[in-house]
T-cell receptor, first 110, second 113 residues
Framework: DQQVKQNSPSLSVQEGRISILNCDYT??????FLWYKKYPAEGPTFLIS?????DKNEDGRFTVFLNKSAKHLSLHIVPSQPGDSAVYFC?????????FGTGTSLTVIP | DTEVTQTPKHLVMGMTNKKSLKCEQH?????MYWYKQKAKKPPELMFV???????INESVPSRFSPECPNSSLLNLHLHALQPEDSALYLC????????????FGPGTRLTVL
């Protein structure tokens, strides 16, 4: 059973608007969460992370929010740009193993 | 069945051993991938088997060789590995193209002594 879930396989957003990608998890042992971005024919590349002791982490246009009580995290991209079009994976780390979500394919429309 | 399974979960091998990692999915997916992941680093793409065609990351040493006996199975054969090859080896599959949602297996944790 998937311990990390991304329930939206795809998302389309107009350039300049906000993109919100969501991720839910089931294992309360996860203490570190990451977002990866993946272009076709390449491996995922690290985007942003958050420790379970925080509820928000910001890096430029990217902000990750963590709601531990709801076991939910989200990635906000503001403003969205066409170059942001890619597949986005969330991942959770217990310290021993990574668990990946299935990804959300983001398309930013010019 | 919405899982990608990988066996074994853990493997310890010597530098002269030959071993294989197995990856299996029964979702009818047309593309399967092998990744290598070092601790706290993102996965590095090693091989892609998509629509019966194998694509190789040219930086991957020849001591790793993939084999696809059928559309649901992707093996990774290991021979004469080095200690620096110790890592988590992840398998993934997608229904079709590379922009599809990607299902990852739990990984095989490999230690080379």
């Amino acid at each position: 059973d998937q311990q990390v879930k991304q329930n939206s396989p795809s998302l389309s957003v107009q350039e300049g608007r906000i993109s919100i990608l969501n991720c839910d998890y089931t294992n309360s042992m996860f203490d570190y969460f990451l977002w990866y971005k993946k272009y076709p024919a390449e491996g995922p590349t690290f985007l942003i992370s958050i420790s379970s002791i925080k509820d928000k982490n910001e890096d430029g246009r990217f902000t990750v929010f963590l709601n531990k009580s709801a076991k939910h995290l989200s990635l906000h991209i503001v403003p969205s740009q066409p170059g942001d079009s890619a597949v986005y994976f969330c991942a959770a780390d217990t310290g021993n193993q990574f668990y990946f979500g299935t990804g959300t394919s983001l398309t930013v429309i010019p | 069945d919405t899982e990608v399974t990988q066996t074994p979960k853990h493997l310890v091998m010597g530098m002269t051993n030959k071993k294989s990692l197995k990856c299996e999915q029964h979702m009818g997916h047309r593309a399967m991938y092998w990744y290598k992941q070092k601790a706290k680093k993102p996965p590095e793409l090693m091989f892609v088997y998509s629509y019966e065609k194998l694509s190789i990351n040219e930086s991957v040493p020849s001591r790793f060789s993939p084999e696809c006996p059928n559309s649901s199975l992707l093996n990774l054969h290991l021979h004469a590995l080095q200690p620096e090859d110790s890592a988590l080896y992840l398998c993934a599959s997608t229904p079709g193209g590379d922009r599809d949602t990607q299902y990852f297996g739990p990984g095989t944790r490999l230690t080379v002594l």
